[in-house]
């Protein structure tokens, strides 16, 4: 299958990423929880969500892949917290789209 992604700008597919990323609700969750809680160890989030240990490690993974949190190894656990760096460039990315998306709207004259 031949992929067309190299058509579309660096800044649109890293826009996509970051939504696909946030495209199921446990990850929100999880990021909510680790922004209200500013660090956390991996078993207290089983605690918070009606997640499995095995689907949260999963999720963990996909945001810690994507870099949107951190994890620290503290003895036999994991310290995950989020990594507003990238949180700050997603969101940066997300208002650009959001801003352009109004402006557009704004400028319309049909629909």
């Not at 990021?31 to 209200?36: D, N, R, Y």
């Not at 997640?51 to 310290?79: A, F, M, P, Y």
Request: with cysteine; hydrophobic share 35%; glycine share 2%.
């Amino acid at each position: 299958m031949i992929s067309k992604i190299e058509n579309f700008t660096p800044k649109q597919q890293e826009l996509a990423a970051f939504a696909k990323l946030l495209s199921h609700p446990a990850r929100i969750a999880i990021l909510e929880f680790l922004a209200k809680e500013n660090r956390c160890i991996s078993g207290d989030i089983t605690n918070e969500l009606p997640l499995s240990r095995t689907t949260l490690s999963q999720h963990l993974q996909e945001l810690k892949n994507s870099d949107l949190i951190k994890g620290e190894i503290e003895g036999k656990n994991v310290c995950y917290c989020i990594n507003w760096k990238t949180f700050s460039k997603m969101e940066k990315l997300m208002k650009q789209f959001i801003d352009k998306s109004i402006e557009a709207k704004l400028k319309q004259s049909c629909c």
